[in-house]
């Protein structure tokens, strides 16, 4: 880990007294469902030097949320690819985050008080052109019967991906 730059970053970052910090990092191992003892180090390091929010990317799947109310950190480890080639599983499903960021007007602090997500899949199917839906409006349009919808496997992939977001997710 470099922590000099890290540090470095997270000094001029403090130096202009933001209300609020989200870092956006590129980081993990790719195509793996769990984040690393590097992340997490990584991850202390910013939230001591004044970070409250992180939001991953780079592992091309789903990985853990953390949210600690109490000592308001949020944590995305990775949030998935949002439009991907889908060619290895797990690529294919991503969720789309969005933060409750609360001002104490008192105080003057802010924080992240509360979260949602929205979950995506990537349809590939022959013939088809590729799309990204939102899984539970394509699950609930494939139950209905409704024309256009998503073929048997790909409805099954789709309950598959979303038991996995939860998992991952959900975690509130």
Do not use: C
């Not at 949320?65 to 308001?72: L, T």
């Not at 998935?80 to 599983?89: K, L, M, N, P, T």
């Not at 008192?106 to 349809?123: D, I, K, M, N, Q």
């Amino acid at each position: 880990v470099a922590r000099d730059k890290i540090n470095g970053i997270m000094k001029n970052v403090r130096s202009a007294e933001p209300d609020y910090v989200i870092a956006l990092l590129h980081w993990g191992s790719e195509y793996n469902d769990e984040y690393s003892g590097t992340q997490e180090e990584i991850r202390e390091l910013m939230f001591a030097g004044g970070v409250d929010a992180i939001v991953g990317t780079h592992s091309h799947r789903v990985q853990a949320v953390e949210f600690d109310r109490e000592a308001g950190t949020f944590t995305a480890y990775s949030l998935g690819d949002f439009f991907g080639d889908a060619q290895r599983a797990g690529s294919e499903y991503s969720v789309v985050l969005d933060l409750e960021i609360t001002k104490n007007n008192e105080t003057g602090e802010a924080s992240v008080t509360g979260y949602t997500y929205t979950p995506l899949f990537s349809v590939v199917e022959e013939g088809k052109p590729t799309r990204v839906v939102r899984i539970h409006e394509a699950i609930a349009a494939y139950e209905a019967k409704h024309m256009n919808s998503v073929s048997a496997d790909t409805y099954k992939r789709m309950l598959y991906a979303l038991q996995r977001i939860e998992a991952r997710v959900a975690g509130k």
